[in-house]
Nanobody, 126 residues
Framework: QARLIESGGGSVQAGGSLRLSCTAS????????MGWFRQGPGKDREFVAG????????DYVDSVKGRFTIYRDNAKNTVYLQMNSLKPEDTAVYLC???????????????????WGQGTQVTVSS
């Protein structure tokens, strides 16, 4: 059973930065797409960013383009989400997930992802 553990969440003021980490175990990390999603209070789960198995393809939701960067270190079985210029509307629980399979593009829909972490809370105050 794949395990994904997120860390790095916290509380920051608007304009601040955080780096989230997601460390994977119990599966061959460097074979699969990794994605970050978020779910705010009373909202649906939303795709934030994803990176394919070899790092050659990334995708972002429009609202974070230019502010967030996703990257992976396959030697450490870890995917990161660097979040800069944070806004109050970025407040949410952030979850990482993996899509089993080697694809050249990144899936942005939740049902394509097979395993999920528990999430880490990000709170941005104005």
């Amino acid at each position: 059973q794949a395990r994904l553990i997120e860390s790095g969440g916290g509380s920051v003021q608007a304009g601040g930065s955080l780096r989230l980490s997601c460390t994977a175990s119990e599966f061959t990390f460097d074979f699969y797409t990794m994605g970050w999603f978020r779910q705010g209070p009373g909202k649906d789960r939303e795709f934030v960013a994803g990176v394919n198995w070899n790092g050659g393809s990334t995708d972002y939701v429009d609202s974070v383009k230019g502010r967030f960067t996703i990257y992976r270190d396959n030697a450490k079985n870890t995917v990161y989400l660097q979040m800069n210029s944070l806004k109050p509307e970025d407040t949410a629980v952030y979850l990482c997930a993996t899509e089993l399979g080697q694809f050249d593009t990144v899936s942005t829909t939740t049902f394509r992802y097979d395993y999920w972490g528990q999430g880490t809370q990000v709170t941005v105050s104005s």
